[in-house]
T-cell receptor, first 111, second 117 residues
């Protein structure tokens, strides 16, 4: 079983839709969870950071972590064409510097 | 807004040559990292660096790789003898002090695309 699994997509939605992006993981030691957005040939840009379980909201973005199910989600409300990018989940355990990334989900929001 | 700066944006080299990739982390950050992304694959951890020494490294980071912070602002990755399989986008990242809540928030540069011919 891969440490972090993420559906690569592509996911194509109309402008204004609610987008749900997900990752599952196998390592129960993961405690720090992040979502990054990556535009083509650019570096990952940090969107959301969550420690342990729970929800976190920032504007149109909501991150959820369910440690009991080893499942994390990112919701984007009122999606915009400018949200079109690849979304990467990333996580790490408490005792390491190493971030483990998912493969990324390519999202396209069409007008 | 402060950002991580990487140079060059593209580097082409011949197999067996040495390359140095350069990064200027965010100025008040204390942790520095290199990651790489081979085309079509995941972003992979290479090395972390804190207090002028390697904090952690992956199995990818073998003896061909080294990192250095030659002055107060630059952070470099050297590949001594490049191989074809070293072709990738190399990302530098930085984060705050381990004792703060911002350590886990890594900020990435735009990357250096390394092509080994």
């Amino acid at each position: 079983q891969k440490e972090v699994e993420q559906d690569p997509g592509p996911l194509s939605v109309p402008e204004g839709a609610i987008v749900s992006l997900n990752c599952t993981y196998s390592n129960s030691a993961f405690q720090y969870f992040m979502w990054y957005r990556q535009y083509s040939r650019k570096g990952p840009e940090l969107l959301m950071y969550t420690y342990s379980s729970g929800n976190k909201e920032d504007g149109r973005f909501t991150a959820q972590v369910d440690k009991s199910s080893k499942y994390i989600s990112l919701f984007i409300r009122d999606s915009q064409p400018s949200d079109s990018a690849t979304y990467l989940c990333a996580m790490r355990a408490w005792n390491t510097d190493k971030l483990i990334f998912g493969t990324g989900t390519r999202l396209q929001v069409f007008p | 807004e402060p950002e991580v700066t990487q140079t060059p944006s593209h580097q082409v080299t011949q197999m067996g040559q040495e390359v140095i990739l350069r990064c200027v982390p965010i100025s008040n950050h204390l942790y520095f990292y290199w990651y790489r992304q081979i085309l079509g694959q995941k972003v992979e951890f290479l090395v972390s660096f804190y207090n002028n020494e390697i904090s952690e490294k992956s199995e990818i980071f073998d003896d061909q790789f080294s990192v250095e912070r030659p002055d107060g602002s630059n952070f470099t990755l050297k590949i001594r003898s490049t191989k074809l399989e070293d072709s990738a986008m190399y990302f530098c990242a930085s984060s705050g002090d381990r004792g703060s809540t911002t350590n886990e928030k890594l900020f990435f540069g735009s990357g250096t695309q390394l092509s080994v011919l």
